[in-house]
């Protein structure tokens, strides 16, 4: 299925009309983030401690997992997953694509930890590094770099909801797009969610060819949306 660009765009820059249930929804994902909760998903068994992003039914998690899954890719890729917290999506993946190399990083070494112990649960050999986007990876080239980032364009002084949910201004999302095509291998591509609560601006400079692949739209209005960089 192919989406139409320019309609795409346009819904993304539209914040959600019912801000009471988007307040709501947020409050009581935000409250859901704060237990320790364990998943079964694709077969998987995945623990996620508490304060670490939860890969709950009608998170971004699910959306991204789902829809990589419709994507192509080599047969034996070299994976990064930016932020990959307790590792449910590049788990996901990786058990559903079989032979390829994948590695995590995360800021918080919880989630790094969480991410780790959960591919050996499952028997998956990955790689894990705690790191603040890129600043701490050793220098190479990756085929697929997926980044489910935090969305929402909101200043807070929660620290959880912020290393999970906030990215005010669009601060973190520029930073990994101007590293972005250092990482990339030729003909490689990343695959990022973006939402109509994330800072619009970074919509009007989106870098290298960029096509939304894959969209989804919530009761209050949120709509997010899966983009595919390539350089
Ligand atoms: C929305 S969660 C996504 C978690 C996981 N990828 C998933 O989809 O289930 C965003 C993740 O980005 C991580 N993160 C936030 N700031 C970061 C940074 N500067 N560098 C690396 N990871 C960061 C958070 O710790 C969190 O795990």
Redesign the pocket.
């Known amino acids: 299925m192919s989406y139409d660009q320019s309609l795409l765009l346009d819904l993304l820059h539209r914040p959600p009309p019912d801000k009471d249930r988007l307040r709501a929804d947020h409050r009581s994902h935000l409250v859901s983030q704060r237990t320790a909760a364990d998943y079964f998903i694709d077969g998987l068994q995945i623990h996620c401690p508490a304060n670490?992003?939860?890969?709950q039914i009608g998170?971004?998690?699910l959306f991204?997992l789902s829809h990589l899954k419709q994507c192509h890719f080599d047969s034996e890729p070299l994976v990064l997953?930016?932020?990959?917290?307790?590792?449910?999506?590049?788990l996901g993946l990786a058990n559903f694509l079989g032979k390829g190399v994948y590695c995590g990083?995360?800021?918080?070494l919880r989630?790094v930890h969480a991410f780790l112990k959960n591919a050996d649960r499952n028997g998956i050999v990955v790689e894990g590094v705690e790191?603040?986007?890129f600043l701490q990876l050793r220098p190479q080239l990756f085929d697929v770099i997926?980044?489910?980032?935090?969305?929402y364009d909101k200043v807070t002084d929660d620290p959880v909801e912020k290393?999970?949910?906030c990215d005010p201004g669009g601060e973190?999302l520029s930073?990994f797009l101007c590293q972005l095509p250092t990482w990339l291998s030729p003909g490689g591509a990343a695959y990022l969610?973006v939402s109509n609560i994330t800072y619009p601006g970074i919509f009007d400079d989106l870098p290298g060819d960029h096509e939304y692949i894959s969209a989804e739209l919530l009761p209050s209005g949120f709509v997010r949306a899966l983009l595919r960089i390539s350089y």
Do not use: K, Q, T, W
Request: proline letters at 8%.
């Open positions: 670490i992003y939860h890969p998170s971004s998690s991204l997953e930016m932020g990959v917290g307790c590792g449910a999506v590049l990083a995360d800021i918080s989630a790191s603040d986007l997926i980044f489910n980032p935090p969305l290393m999970l949910l973190l930073r969610v």
